[in-house]
Nanobody, 125 residues
């Protein structure tokens, strides 16, 4: 089992940047594919990015591609989401998620086994 804790959310102006971090408990962090999802008020939770167990492969939603970067440090049990060129449509609660040894990267929320409590990101216009 793994516990996930996000940090780094906050209020930023449009065009600005934020870096989210997710810290994971446990000794098998490198066995998990990690993902970031977000949920805006009144909307479904949506995929943002995922990263393979060794960090060698990544996948992004089209609406963040080129602006967001996911990375991980298996020695520190952390995964990060660097967000640049933020716009008000990026406002949401951002969640870190983990899935144990899946066959491939997945963007489906239902595939993930563990979730953090979320961190609020608000982008003002």
């Amino acid at each position: 089992q793994v516990q996930l804790v996000e940090s780094g959310g906050g209020l930023v102006q449009a065009g600005g940047s934020l870096r989210l971090s997710c810290s994971a408990s446990g000794r098998t962090f490198d066995r998990y594919v990690m993902g970031w999802f977000r949920q805006a008020p009144g909307k479904e939770r949506e995929f943002v990015a995922s990263i393979s167990r060794n960090g060698g492969s990544t996948n992004y939603a089209d609406y963040v591609k080129g602006r967001f970067t996911i990375s991980r440090d298996n020695a520190k049990n952390t995964v990060a989401l660097e967000m640049n060129s933020l716009n008000p449509e990026d406002t949401a609660v951002y969640y870190c998620a983990a899935v144990f040894t899946p066959p491939r990267l997945t963007s489906v929320a239902g595939d993930y086994d563990y979730w953090g409590q979320g961190t609020q990101v608000t982008v003002s216009s």
